[in-house]
Structure formats: structure tokens, C-alpha cells
T-cell receptor, first 117, second 114 residues
Framework: GNSVTQMEGPVTLSEEAFLTINCTYTATGYPSLFWYVQYPGEGLQLLLKATKADDKGSNKGFEATYRKETTSFHLEKGSVQVSDSAVYFC????????????????FGQGTILTVHP | DGGITQSPKYLFRKEGQNVTLSCEQNLNHDAMYWYRQDPGQGLRLIYYSQIVNDFQKGDIAEGYSVSREKKESFPLTVTSAQKNPTAFYLCATKSEGRRNQPQHFGDGTRLSIL
């Protein structure tokens, strides 16, 4: 079955530091890959996505590249801010249309990021 | 997400009681999902529905029930058979019209045991 493994947290950084959160996956075929962010007490917001190999998703200074050869989708940001403190989830979507698992998301366990001033 | 409304925000359940969590959407999305989130864990799928009057069990459906009588609504009932219901419950929707569309999430309902 599909699975997503995220870098264990929590991750604590100073403002303007470089961020990497590792994400690797196991899936058949070519899944779509997503990063979601969850702020305290809220639901998940889509941060970025990539739908095929070598695609780079980007949003709000965050980037992630779909690497099929290493089955990875690592999240990066060059300079984090205090407002980036949140929980980050990597997820994949089953690619097979018509199957019972179509459209379902498989999530990693989440990585807590805390950014200090 | 402004198009998905979950209510109530906080809910308390007594022992042996069934409670129903509401999820309403005005995004005209066909698919709707219910997830459970426990502290320090990822989201686990409870039930999902791809069209009206049809739904499928997810990975942890035991102790839960759903209905999908209208496209806009996908209520989740946490029954007394669910022995550990304390968690954060998230509803999500997705458009089925185009491939690779992301799921959109509501703001969640936090359920606790009295």
C-alpha cells in the first residue's frame, strides 16, 4: 500500500534560517504529491503540490521538487519567519482513476516547526 | 477554507452517547472525506463519499457512521461503539472534474469525552 514518511520533529529554528523537512513515499504508479500546513486549532491548508516527476511546487517562499528516482518530495524554504511556525504534512494521492483508492490522501505523521525571533 | 463549514467547533460526549458532527460545503465538490487527527499523528481516513447516496469505509471506520443525502452535506456520527473518540475531526472536499486536484479542509471539530 501507499505510505509517506516524514522527518521527525519537532524542528526549532531561528528566524531567517534555512528550512528542510524531508519526505519520502512509497506508492505504485505516479502519485500526486502535496504539502499541507496546519496552524494551531485550524484545519489543513494546501501549501503546494506537484503532479509529475521533476515538477517543482512553490508557494509563499516554500518549494518542493517531485523526485521519482529517490521517491522524495522534500520541503524547503530559504529564510523562515516566526509566522511559519505550524505543523507541516506531506501527502500523496493515489493515481489510479476508478479504483477504490482513487483520490484518497495518504499523510505523513506531520512535522512541528517552531521559529524563534 | 471559507467554502467548508464544520460545526460545532468543540463538542463534548457523555459515555454511551452518539454525537453527530456537521460538514457543509458550497464549493460544488463531488467528493467529501472525514479524517481523524490524534496528537503527534497524521490524519487517518474514516469515511469518504465520491457521489451522493454512496460512501466507502476508510481505514478506521469502526464506531463511526455517515450519510450523503445531499451533495453539500456529509455528517459524521460518532457512535457509542467508538471507545476512544477524543480527537480532532477534519472534513475535506475535492473536485472530481479534473485530475490531481487537492483536497480542501474545514477548520475541524474537537471532540472530547465528559
Amino acid at each position: 500500500g501507499n505510505s509517506v514518511t516524514q522527518m521527525e520533529g519537532p524542528v526549532t529554528l531561528s528566524e531567517e534560517a534555512f528550512l528542510t523537512i524531508n519526505c519520502t513515499y512509497t506508492a505504485t504508479g505516479y502519485p500526486s504529491l502535496f504539502w499541507y500546513v496546519q496552524y494551531p486549532g485550524e484545519g489543513l491548508q494546501l501549501l503546494l503540490k506537484a503532479t509529475k516527476a521533476d515538477d517543482k511546487g512553490s508557494n509563499k517562499g516554500f518549494e518542493a521538487t517531485y523526485r521519482k528516482e529517490t521517491t522524495s518530495f522534500h520541503l524547503e524554504k530559504g529564510s523562515v519567519q516566526v509566522s511559519d511556525s505550524a505543523v507541516y504534512f506531506c501527502a500523496l494521492s493515489s493515481p489510479r482513476r476508478g479504483g477504490t483508492s482513487y483520490g484518497k490522501l495518504t499523510f505523513g505523521q506531520g512535522t512541528i516547526l517552531t521559529v524563534h525571533p | 477554507d471559507g467554502g467548508i463549514t464544520q460545526s460545532p467547533k468543540y463538542l463534548f460526549r457523555k459515555e454511551g452517547q452518539n454525537v453527530t458532527l456537521s460538514c457543509e460545503q458550497n464549493l460544488n465538490h463531488d467528493a467529501m472525506y472525514w479524517y481523524r487527527q490524534d496528537p503527534g499523528q497524521g490524519l487517518r481516513l474514516i469515511y469518504y463519499s465520491q457521489i451522493v447516496n454512496d460512501f466507502q469505509k476508510g481505514d478506521i471506520a469502526e464506531g463511526y457512521s455517515v450519510s450523503r443525502e445531499k451533495k453539500e452535506s456529509f455528517p459524521l456520527t460518532v457512535t457509542s461503539a467508538q471507545k476512544n473518540p477524543t480527537a480532532f475531526y477534519l472534513c475535506a472536499t475535492k473536485s472530481e472534474g479534473r485530475r490531481n486536484q487537492p483536497q480542501h479542509f474545514g477548520d475541524g471539530t474537537r471532540l472530547s469525552i465528559l
